[in-house]
């Protein structure tokens, strides 16, 4: 088998004539992922960093070249198959060929955090478009460069920063080579932030396809509570753009964390996101995950505890159309006592789109007394529909309390029958059952205009 690489493709050095090929499909993820590390590589200046974020990229590049590009053939991607990225010509890291206006993103501004808003556009931080007059005193909110400007933070960040995600998997690395943007959220100890934050990353299409590569971090300190909305948003445009964004998220001891995550772009773009949480001793969190409009969305959520007691709550909802592959991969990994764990998570699914859910629960022998329940559930709209669902709990404590379970239907025929003889047409009464489904995930988001939003994306997204 021949596959065709242009010149762009190869890029470590030599140049490649448009008749060269390569003679195996793994030589050709080879370059493929060669070229990506080599884009990622001319977002950072040499020299311009301080030395620790110097050394996890390289920490990062050593890595990438130990690990491959994912197959069907690996385990954790045995469902999702990257074939269609492949075949996009990764060509910048996209760089603004003219500057975006406020009124440009105003459809994905929020009442609620129009003072507590930061902005980011291809992964560059806007300033301009940014709005943090509502913050109280002493929390910090903003880019790395600013973070770094500060003394008390720029000492504490290399602990954090880049500790939680890893290096071994191979889009958690290419994250770490091109770090040099991020979004900060530190609230410091007994702090309570009333008012959401929101970290909004904007996609705004170039003429060729572009590698953004989002990155947050969010610092809870001991007693802290904030509420913050992480969303992925696209500008008009047909061309295709690969996001690949790590977040990280500390709770320390006795702290709430609510956060809320929406992937929302367009049928042209490629999204793979990794989440990975620390929970501290009397910690709470909460997820609400919305997977909406990727060619290829995949959402990776890892969870993992450093003291007893905590309690973790994990919604999400995937409404998939078209000929999408959404994804969602979770994993609470328990290793202490009296911890409580509640997963829900529910797709719609619908044309020949394609939904994953793959949640592992793990309870360590030291973490007796847990209590953790998950439950998929699936609504498959059309015969070409598909959901692969794997809820899984592995348990080694012998004093536990743990459920899971897992469901795949369609709209009940005597649902439909029942409303219908209550006086609604077919296509309204299956809407609703739609809208009622969905509803019990997003009802519980904390953002009461974002819950509007995505009640009336439900009705345009899913075509019955």
């Not at 507590?116 to 560059?124: K, M, R, T």
């Not at 445009?237 to 702290?255: A, C, K, Q, R």
């Not at 743990?402 to 209550?422: K, N, P």
Request: glycine content about 6%.
């Amino acid at each position: 088998m021949t596959i065709q690489v242009s010149p762009a493709l190869v890029g470590l050095g030599g140049s490649r004539s448009p008749d060269d090929s390569i003679t195996s499909p793994a030589a050709y993820r080879t370059a493929y992922l060669a070229n990506l590390k080599r884009l990622a590589e001319t977002t950072t200046t040499a020299g311009s960093s301080p030395q620790w974020l110097q050394q996890l990229r390289e920490q990062a590049a050593a890595h990438l070249s130990e690990l491959s590009f994912p197959t069907t053939h690996d385990e954790e991607w045995r469902f999702t198959d990257l074939s269609a990225l492949l075949q996009v010509t990764i060509a910048g890291t996209g760089e603004l060929t003219q500057p975006i206006t406020p009124d440009a993103i105003a459809p994905f501004m929020l009442p609620e955090t129009q003072t507590s808003q930061l902005v980011f556009v291809n992964g560059y931080y806007q300033a301009d478009l940014s709005n943090l007059t509502g913050l109280p005193p002493g929390i910090f909110v903003g880019n790395l460069a600013a973070a770094l400007q500060q003394p008390e933070l720029a000492e504490k960040l290399p602990t954090y920063l880049g500790g939680l995600a890893g290096l071994r998997n191979v889009f958690a690395a290419l994250n770490a080579i091109g770090l040099a943007e991020a979004a900060i959220v530190w609230v410091p100890k007994n702090c309570v932030v009333q008012i959401p934050i929101h970290l909004l990353f904007i996609t705004a299409p170039q003429v060729q396809p572009q590698l953004i590569q989002p990155r947050c971090l969010v610092v809870a300190e001991a007693g802290s509570t904030v509420n913050v909305l992480e969303s992925y948003r696209q500008l008009a445009g047909e061309t295709p753009t690969f996001t690949n964004s790590v977040t990280e998220i500390w709770l320390g001891e006795n702290t709430q964390v609510n956060h809320s995550r929406i992937q929302w772009q367009s049928t042209t773009a490629f999204q793979i996101g990794k989440t990975a949480i620390s929970q501290a001793k009397d910690s709470r969190y909460t997820n609400h995950a919305i997977n909406l409009e990727a060619q290829i969305g995949r959402h990776t959520l890892e969870v993992s505890q450093t003291g007893e007691q905590t309690e973790t709550t994990l919604n999400g909802l995937t409404i998939a159309a078209g000929e999408e592959c959404l994804d969602t991969h979770t994993a609470v990994d328990l290793a202490f006592p009296y911890s409580r764990v509640r997963q829900l998570q529910k797709c719609i699914v619908a044309d020949r789109a394609h939904a994953v859910f793959n949640g592992a629960i793990i309870v360590g022998q030291k973490a007796q007394q847990t209590d953790a329940g998950q439950l998929s559930r699936n609504l498959l709209l059309s015969p070409r529909a598909r959901v692969d669902t794997k809820p899984q709990l592995e348990i080694i404590a012998d004093n536990v309390k743990c459920t899971h379970g897992a469901t795949v239907s369609q709209l009940e025929a005597d649902e439909i029958f029942y409303l219908q003889s209550r006086g609604l047409d077919r296509g309204m009464a299956q809407k609703l059952l739609v809208d009622a489904f969905a509803a019990e995930v997003i009802e519980q988001l904390p953002i009461a205009s974002l819950r509007q939003q995505l009640i009336q994306t439900v009705k345009t997204e899913v075509h019955l």
